[in-house]
């Protein structure tokens, strides 16, 4: 046996629960994994209170992150005894997920633990942080230089943000925070914020171009200030899109595209390619202060897990919430 959270969905409604589950119960997979650490992003906070339609299997253990020992394996690339990552890979979605002392995965979507951090680090990065480095590769590859300019990251005070801000500044770019938050302005600048803007500045319909401020974007928010940091990015700007934590809709014009080259990149961490998960962890290896990890991160029990990810979903989580699922 061994505790997990548990979502259910009957003729009695919509649960998660932390519960003692047998190991016969254990989904199909060629690796079996004691896990240590898992987290809480956005997309566990709408599996957990059923905000969203992220779960798409009945029971299921959410947690799309995990982090822990290889127990048993018939997967050539792991043995017993290995130290693992997961992120992603509709696990905690439509395959048991990290919220719960063990796992049953495919070894195809493990990664070794990077040698760089220890489990706990690599949760307080966790998905939400490696999704932020798939964001500055992009902007890289784009060809945006830090002194291009202004990098704008929303949702800074986020777990997607609160990271993206630490390796931006490290490589040297000028990054601009947005938040809803602005009493955490101290955090946002200790992380690496320039400076810091109100939410309220991106929120509401604007004009289908703005004054051209940024070379860059991060941006997890969607809907009216996707469309509104398209509208206010420079002649050939670039500007990443991740997340939804303002809306699923793009009430956008193509004004940007056309008239002032803007590229718009998406950014998917779930099914990222194996060999782009590498570079992204071994660049958080290189690029992110460690230091930085402790401020933006928090350590709870599965239990806590529960009440947290009813306040994630309110905007109360400041960075990243790692669950030790042994306390
Ligand atoms: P968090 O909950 O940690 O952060 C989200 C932040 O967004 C909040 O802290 C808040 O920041 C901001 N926010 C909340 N509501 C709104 C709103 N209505 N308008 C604008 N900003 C808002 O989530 P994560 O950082 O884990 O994830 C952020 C987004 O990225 C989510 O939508 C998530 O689904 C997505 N995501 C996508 C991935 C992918 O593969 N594409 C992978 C990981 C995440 P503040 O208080 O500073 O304003």
Redesign the pocket.
């Known amino acids: 046996m061994f505790k997990g959270i548990l979502i259910e969905k009957d003729e009695s409604g919509y649960r998660a629960t932390l519960k003692e589950i047998d190991d016969t119960e254990l989904p199909e997979g060629d690796v079996t994994v004691r896990v240590s650490h898992s987290t809480l ?3 566990d ?2 599996a957990i209170t059923g905000k969203g339609p992220v779960v798409r299997k009945f029971p299921m253990v959410p947690g799309i992150d995990l982090v822990g020992v290889v127990e048993e394996s018939s997967h050539p690339e792991f043995t017993p005894g290995d130290q693992v990552l997961l992120n ?1 890979w509709g696990v905690g979605e439509n395959h048991w997920g990290g919220l719960a002392q063990k796992a049953r995965l495919k070894g195809d979507w493990l990664l070794p633990l990077p040698a760089q951090f220890s489990p706990q680090q690599v949760m307080a990065i966790g ?2 942080g490696y ?1 932020a480095m798939l964001c500055v590769l992009a902007l890289e590859r784009h060809g945006v230089k830090p002194q291009d300019g202004e990098i704008l990251v ?8 609160s990271v993206a801000l630490a390796v931006l500044s490290k490589l040297g770019y000028t990054a601009v ?5 602005p009493e ?1 302005a101290e955090y946002l600048k200790s992380l690496g914020a320039a400076e810091v803007l109100e ?1 309220a500045l991106f ?1 509401s319909p604007g004009k289908p171009l703005g004054k051209e401020r940024w070379a860059g974007a991060v941006d ?4 009216h ?1 996707l469309a509104n940091v398209c509208a206010t990015t420079k002649y050939r700007g670039v500007v990443t899109a ?6 699923m809709d793009f009430p956008a014009s193509v004004a940007p595209f056309i008239l002032r080259g803007v590229t718009l990149a998406g ?4 099914m990222c390619p194996r060999a782009d998960r590498r570079v992204a962890w071994q660049r958080l290896g290189t690029d992110l202060d460690i230091e930085k990890l402790q401020k933006i991160s928090q350590v709870v029990g599965l239990s806590e897990a529960l009440p947290l990810a009813r306040k ?1 979903m309110n ?1 109360e ?4 919430v790692i669950v030790d699922v042994n306390q």
């Open positions: 992003n956005y997309k906070g709408l992603g998905t939400a999704t929303t949702g800074a005070a986020g777990g997607v943000g925070a947005v938040t809803g938050r955490d939410r929120s997890v928010a969607g809907g200030v991740c997340g939804l934590a303002a809306g950014i998917d961490s779930v994630l905007g989580i400041r960075g990243r």
